[in-house]
């Protein structure tokens, strides 16, 4: 803004005498405060995110901010097949091709287009385009947080210059533009705002519930993990079981990525659930078994223990495996909330044999997966 259009800078004359010109020095000077807080924001933003920063290796995160480049751009000139969850344009393990670089190509034409504008006294361009990408820049992936490869949301504000530029455009036509031209102008901006309000009204159902978003999420890009995992958990909330399952199994065998690692127990957790209450013993087994030494090898994980204990042997013996079920039922903690419940199943196992046992009335599985 101090370049243009205040011209606060010996890069351009200056139009008026009430804006004086500063050396350089002094402009910096003035936003020093303002250059301090940034940073102090920067490491707070930082600390949050220590634990969730991904592991995305660095030649992938710069192809993707020059795809995030243009894909703003492209969505804001056509917003359609927007999606809650845009992927990374080459997804860690795929092979990286040409294709993959024209993105970049892109920023480099656009860049060149806005000095040459700029040689032409044309300096709105250079001046918007900087604009664009500075604000952008945070959000851009260089230091990913997520699995995202892009989202709407970070558009909101680096696209204010070119909706400032549309509207200079549309106002300078209406200054010189004859009578009939000036009707068909207003009548085409009223029938794209026509247009974009019914776009906003589509995307507000899409973000109306988490069923509504995560399906849209999965059939946008049925790859992504974490979409498959989150409509799994609306599909449990609402009791449907049979899908949650499904598409916590999605979730669990699509192809590998640094999320799949971090989701891995919390999927297997909940899909164990979900199999519980199908009647899938076998299955509900596998994962939790997989959980339990998991938890052995990594006691710091962040799962419910004692529940996961308690829900290994409630189901060998619901298998009929009894001594498996006391070996489980052992592990869980006495000074646990579960332990009450546990210790009911013990005398109730030590009491009796597998052909007089009686499991009604007995306490259930353990619903609380996480602590």
Not at 116 to 122: D, E, L
Not at 135 to 148: F, K, N, R, W
Not at 260 to 271: C, E, G, K, N, Q
Not at 341 to 347: M, Q, V
């Amino acid at each position: 803004m101090d370049v243009y259009p205040l011209r606060r800078t010996r890069l351009i004359e200056p139009l008026m005498g009430s804006i004086r010109q500063q050396p350089l020095y002094v402009l910096l000077r003035e936003k020093l405060p303002f250059f301090l807080l940034s940073v102090f924001l920067v490491l707070i933003t930082l600390l949050a995110h220590v634990n969730t920063v991904s592991s995305i290796a660095l030649d992938l995160r710069l192809l993707n901010a020059f795809n995030s480049i243009i894909l703003y751009l492209n969505k804001f000139l056509v917003p359609l097949d927007l999606a809650p969850l845009y992927p990374f344009l080459v997804e860690p393990g795929e092979a990286i091709n040409w294709q993959a670089f024209m993105p970049l190509f892109g920023v480099l034409v656009l860049t060149v287009a806005c000095l040459i504008a700029w040689a032409r006294n044309r300096h709105q361009w250079l001046i918007a385009w900087l604009f664009y990408l500075v604000t952008l820049a945070p959000v851009l992936g260089l230091i990913q947080s997520g699995e995202q490869g892009a989202a709407d949301r970070f558009a909101y504000l680096p696209t204010l210059p070119a909706y400032l530029l549309i509207g200079a455009g549309i106002l300078t036509v209406l200054d010189n533009a004859a009578l009939l031209k000036k009707v068909f102008l207003l009548l085409s901006v009223f029938f794209l705002v026509f247009l974009l309000t019914d776009k906003t009204r589509q995307q507000i159902h899409i973000w109306k519930n988490p069923h509504t978003l995560w399906s849209e999420a999965v059939n946008y890009n049925s790859k992504n993990v974490t979409a498959h995992y989150n409509l799994a958990i609306t599909y449990l909330r609402q009791q449907n079981y049979e899908k949650a399952a499904f598409h916590f199994d999605k979730s669990v065998t699509l192809p590998k990525n640094p999320t799949s690692a971090v989701m891995a127990f919390p999927t297997r957790a909940y899909r164990g659930l979900s199999y519980i209450y199908l009647g899938r013993y076998n299955e509900a087994m596998k994962d939790y078994l997989y959980l339990a030494d998991a938890l052995n090898s990594s006691p710091n994980l962040n799962l419910d223990r004692d529940c996961i204990f308690f829900n290994s042997g409630w189901l060998y013996s619901q298998l009929g495996v009894m001594d498996k079920a006391m070996e489980y039922f052992g592990q869980v903690d006495p000074k646990s909330q579960r332990w009450p419940d546990t210790e009911t199943w013990l005398e109730t196992i030590n009491q009796g044999t597998n052909d007089t046992l009686e499991f009604e009335g007995l306490p259930e599985f353990c619903k609380s997966v996480f602590p």
